[in-house]
């Protein structure tokens, strides 16, 4: 029990975490009948939340990451019938929790200055992996020796978070690390010369974890409405590893796995739940909020034919239109697929370095992230005319051809 807060004097508070472990809605997965244990834990908590009065000066709290999956019993007026949503924090928040954990290390900067340069660097952390960062880049400084923990410690320290551990034991052949340098080059640069994809911050081959063997880590934009061309430019930049291989090798290999599943989501959202496809229409067909799969679709199989074809024909459309651009950019591909090879980890200037300028402007700064400046609508940028940007103006030209 918590103690007596300031807005319910002698009042308890009962809080229960992870309640979707006895809470999960009744009837679900029992397809062998008799009877569960969990449901008659939850029965009886349903019995004793209804034994409190209104006047009984007891509050109970519970947490969960699923709720979807809590039965509709638990939801109703005069049990938790009052639900408060706590998402990732924005960058603002982001800095305020760095700030929080930040003064326990022995630093050699401002806590302020650095909290707010580590905010723009994590897009879309979590308060409990913001901790695990400045732990680990604690723990970095200290393997090496360091007498303060530094910026280099702190961008260690997110890649293990985002990629997992560095497998140092993962050695890669040169064939196969060049494959996934130019992979890797190919998602960095069809995503630079896209008007509506995230802006670039980072961009790695070092193997970690299970399997990742490299990533390219962008700045989500602060964006509550996406249009089709918004995520028709998502699913381009997703395409532009496996297109990149298939160009500079002449083969695929099954690196793009995950890229793939994503622009099917993507593709099958803009055909059957947002109503972006002519053919098909108005119409939304939500998937089951539980995550499972729905054996049957409230539609015909004449619709599901049509629905598989109109979301081919967008995904080719993507790929001949991203095929386009990457070899229009070839050369610029390959020698940022070069510079990956002997840094093995770049980041927004390095590519900036090798591409030019982005022909849109782009929230860089802390001032500029937290205002979202230039991120929720892109501008044109004061550019000169390079070869970069030469092909960025060839990437609106074939914007023109995709219309689905």
């Avoid at 229960?16 to 569960?36: L, Q």
Wanted: aromatic share 6%; glycine share 8%.
């Amino acid at each position: 029990m918590a103690p007596d807060g300031p807005c319910l004097p002698s009042s308890r508070q009962v809080f229960i975490d992870e309640i979707d472990a006895i809470g999960k809605a009744r009837g679900r997965g029992n397809m062998m009948g008799g009877n569960d244990e969990r449901e008659n834990t939850l029965n009886q908590l349903l019995v004793e939340m209804d034994g409190f009065g209104t006047t009984g000066q007891v509050v109970v709290l519970a947490g969960t990451n699923r709720p979807d999956t809590l039965d509709p019993a638990l939801l109703r007026p005069g049990r938790f019938d009052r639900t408060i949503e706590v998402g990732s924090p924005d960058i603002t928040g982001r800095a305020e929790i760095f700030r929080v954990h930040l003064p326990k290390l022995r630093l050699g900067g401002d806590v302020k200055e650095l909290s707010e340069t580590l905010a723009s660097l994590t897009p879309g952390f979590s308060g409990a992996e913001i901790a695990n960062v400045v732990n680990e880049a604690a723990l970095h400084a200290a393997r090496y020796k360091k007498e303060q923990v530094e910026l280099s410690d702190f961008h260690a320290a997110m890649d293990r978070v985002i990629g997992g551990l560095e497998r140092s034991s993962k050695v890669l052949s040169l064939e196969e690390k060049t494959r996934v340098a130019h992979h890797e080059a190919g998602h960095a640069t069809v995503g630079w010369f896209l008007k509506y994809a995230n802006p670039l911050l980072k961009v790695s081959i070092v193997p970690r974890g299970a399997a990742a063997l490299g990533y390219a880590q962008y700045v989500p934009k602060e964006r509550k409405l996406h249009t089709k061309e918004m995520m028709v430019d998502t699913m381009c930049m997703m395409l532009g590893g496996r297109i990149a291989e298939a160009l500079f090798f002449g083969k695929i290999s099954t690196g793009a796995q995950d890229d793939l599943r994503k622009v099917t989501r993507i593709a099958y959202s803009i055909v059957t739940l947002y109503g972006m496809n002519a053919k098909v229409g108005n119409l939304s067909f939500p998937p089951r909020g539980d995550g499972q799969f729905d054996s049957q679709r409230p539609y015909s199989e004449e619709k599901a034919e049509q629905v598989d074809e109109e979301v081919r024909n967008l995904v080719n459309a993507a790929y001949e239109r991203t095929t386009e651009l990457l070899t229009s950019k070839k050369e610029l591909a390959a020698q940022l697929a070069q510079l990956l090879l002997q840094k093995e980890v770049i980041h927004r200037d390095d590519v900036e370095g090798v591409l030019g300028k982005r022909l849109w402007k782009e929230a860089t700064t802390f001032a500029e992230l937290a205002a979202g400046t230039g991120n929720s609508n892109p501008e044109e940028a004061d550019v000169e005319p390079t070869s970069s940007s030469a092909a960025a103006m060839v990437a609106g030209e074939l914007d023109k051809k995709l219309r689905l």
